[in-house]
């Protein structure tokens, strides 16, 4: 493949509202704010999802210290600079540009992206396809990918077995329900009694510590697919002591943030699955580094969702094509999250539980401009020739045009 001069990244701050609020154990969200990238070259645009949520929302504190302003603050003032006017053929030399920075997987995945869209559009492949290059798979990419659903806490159990039932109705073959302290064992007993035989999983988000173990264990006699993040968002060595106790196996999502902590996870028997999102490990390339691990250990993995656009969403349903992703990802119907979504075609669930991987070069959807333009809240465009910024939209001048950056030349 031919190399492709980064002519023009778009950074844009986008807020979107949700179809109905959403409550974890760690708050209520109403509307998702995230960061859209485009990238621009040889005659070709990619486009990506940085997945950090709200500055001023204290419940996004407890999930991740990386917010749209500290994603925003990365990628204007390094990350993009870094990349702008460079040539690539392949995503690893941003990669490595990216490993560069310790921390900000999500700033840096939101451009990972959009360099993955752009170079699979050279290629003329799905992104789908582009993902499997080079990997010596022994089994090909599904062409349809297996979802589940996740249920946020409800006012009352009674209408959490409700919202299963509307669920199970609509399609979804696997049910999960976040969960916190007082709002467990009982809402776990309703359902699996109403629902004896469905995929069944429980997400913690950190909720809990080691000493609620015997707590937990009573959820051991539900028969779940798994518990996920019971303990700490940055630990892995009390994991494996409370896996060693349950027979229900547990999950890692936010302890795993790259793919040297997914082989530290395995070594110590913390978890018996690991939740892949790719804005939480950096990106896609090291989203399929984990997968390929997990392969190679024989662990079967998914791919967690953070209420993406159609962007982030088909990028998400491209990685979950992977071979060794064999358990249901979190990758609901499009229908389920926005009033009105920025891309198309719309991602639509299947009688089978399952959704259609996309099948035109690159992420597959196409970008509804004028959606994109009503939900723009602020807006920079770097260009490959100085100066490195030039019209902004709801950002202040003296910010977006700060000359402390040297701009490659044309």
């Not at 896996?243 to 996870?265: G, M, N, R, V, Y």
Request: hydrophobic letters at 40%; aromatic letters at 8%; one cysteine or more.
């Amino acid at each position: 493949m031919n190399e492709i001069k980064i002519e023009q990244i778009e950074l844009r701050l986008i807020e979107i509202e949700f179809l109905t609020p959403f409550r974890t154990s760690m708050g209520l969200e109403v509307t998702r704010p995230c960061i859209i990238v485009t990238v621009h070259g040889g005659g070709l645009t990619g486009w990506g999802e940085c997945v950090a949520s709200q500055v001023a929302s204290a419940e996004w504190a407890f999930y991740s210290y990386e917010t749209i302003e500290t994603a925003w603050h990365i990628l204007k003032d390094f990350l993009v600079p870094a990349l702008v006017g460079k040539s690539l053929s392949s995503v690893e030399p941003f990669v490595k540009i990216g490993e560069r920075l310790r921390g900000h997987p999500m700033a840096r995945a939101g451009l990972e992206g959009a360099i993955w869209d752009l170079l699979a559009k050279a290629e003329g492949l799905p992104l789908a396809d582009y993902l499997t290059k080079g990997q010596n798979y022994s089994q090909p990419r599904r062409d349809r990918v297996n979802v589940g659903v996740s249920i946020g806490i409800q006012s009352s159990i009674r209408e959490t077995v409700k919202i299963v039932e509307g669920c199970l109705q609509d399609g979804y073959q696997r049910i999960k329900l976040k969960i916190e302290p007082g709002w467990d064992v009982e809402l776990a007993r309703a359902v699996r009694r109403e629902f004896p035989d469905i995929l069944l999983m429980l997400d913690a988000n950190s909720a809990y510590t080691l000493k609620d173990a015997s707590h937990l264990k009573q959820l051991d006699k539900f028969n779940l697919l798994m518990l996920e993040q019971p303990l700490a968002y940055d630990d892995i060595y009390e994991h494996s002591l409370l896996q060693a106790q349950l027979s229900t196996p547990i999950c890692l999502d936010e302890s795993i943030h790259t793919p040297k902590h997914a082989e530290w996870a395995y070594e110590l028997n913390a978890c018996r699955n690991i939740n892949i999102k790719p804005g939480r490990v950096g990106g896609l390339h090291d989203g399929r580094t984990i997968h390929n691990l997990s392969m190679e250990r024989g662990k079967p993995v998914w791919i967690g969702g953070m209420d993406e656009t159609g962007i982030g969403r088909a990028a998400n349903i491209a990685l979950a094509s992977l071979p060794g992703v064999i358990l249901h990802s979190d990758i609901s119907a499009s229908k389920r999250y926005y009033r009105q979504d920025i891309a198309e075609p719309l991602f639509v669930l299947n009688p089978d539980s399952t959704i259609n991987v996309p099948t035109t070069p690159g992420i597959g959807v196409t970008i509804i401009a004028d959606q994109l333009e009503t939900y723009t809240q602020r807006k920079i465009v770097a260009s490959a020739c100085p100066p490195p910024y030039t019209q902004s939209v709801g950002e202040s001048h003296d910010y977006a045009s700060k000359q402390h950056h040297s701009s490659p030349q044309c």
